[in-house]
């Protein structure tokens, strides 16, 4: 038996040393890991058996809040099969659940450590994302020129290079200095001159279940048996 191929996708904080890796495998398998580059040192978060797509991920300046898009495939379930989700990193949980129901649309990217800009017109099916504000984009009309807006209606409050960024096309920030970092088979490596100096391998992980400490829900519970965190996924108290 072959060991599964094992991916890194790595996400940059811009105002600070933080990062998010992104390790995938098994192929729909993937586990979220804060990586502070400062020092090197790391926070093993949580597993989600769903298909995440790392061209529509993001992180926010700050690197305290991580977006995502996810397929699952339970079409007729309130997230419609696939979504958009916002989370507090390393975990998945969802502070913030935006139903998409294909694969055309979905994903988003942080504008700057508050505002963040979703691939979605459904609303937000969770409410947890205090602190953050959402901006859409539509009509310029007297007061608004830009046609951004905030959920209540104000004009968003960018100056123009911002703007100009938005309406031209809205995009995750590709912010991965391969100059000074690589990833080969599984590990993490720090380019130094023509050389490469292994920082951490991720190969060996295994799944387990790892609850968020704001997760909001009760504690799966079997019988006598003590309660476990369950397995994440949107709305879903069972985790299966």
Same mark, same amino acid.
């Given at each position: 038996m072959t060991d599964p191929i094992i991916r890194l996708h790595l996400f940059f904080a811009t105002d600070n040393s933080k990062?998010?890796?992104l390790r995938q495998g098994p192929s729909k398998t993937f586990r979220m890991v804060l990586w502070d580059r400062a020092d090197d040192t790391f926070e093993d978060g949580q597993w989600l058996k769903h298909k995440v797509y790392v061209d529509r991920c993001d992180l926010s300046p700050d690197g305290e809040h991580f977006v995502y898009f996810a397929l699952d495939g339970r079409w007729k379930a309130e997230a419609k099969g696939s979504y958009t989700a916002i989370s507090r990193p390393?975990?998945?949980?969802?502070l913030?659940?935006?139903?998409?129901g294909d694969t055309w649309g979905g994903g988003g990217c942080f504008l700057d450590s508050r505002h963040y800009y979703?691939?979605?017109i459904s609303g937000d099916l969770i409410g947890r994302d205090e602190g953050l504000a959402r901006v859409f984009k539509g009509e310029p009309s007297k007061g608004c020129t830009s046609g951004l807006r905030l959920v209540k209606g104000t004009p968003a409050p960018f100056e123009k290079p911002t703007?100009?960024?938005i309406l031209g096309?809205? %995009?995750p920030r590709r912010l991965q200095p391969l100059d000074k970092y690589d990833t080969q088979g599984g590990c993490l490596y720090r380019r130094s001159g023509g050389e490469m100096k292994l920082i951490r391998d991720f190969t060996k992980m295994e799944f387990e279940y790892i609850r968020a400490p704001y997760?909001?829900?009760?504690?799966r519970s079997s019988g006598e048996t003590p309660? %476990?965190?369950?397995d994440w996924h949107p709305l879903d108290k069972e985790g299966k």
């Open positions: 990062a998010v890796i390393p975990y998945f949980t969802a913030a659940l935006f139903p998409q979703i691939y979605s703007i100009d960024r096309r809205l %995009e997760d909001w829900r009760s504690p309660a %476990e965190p369950a």
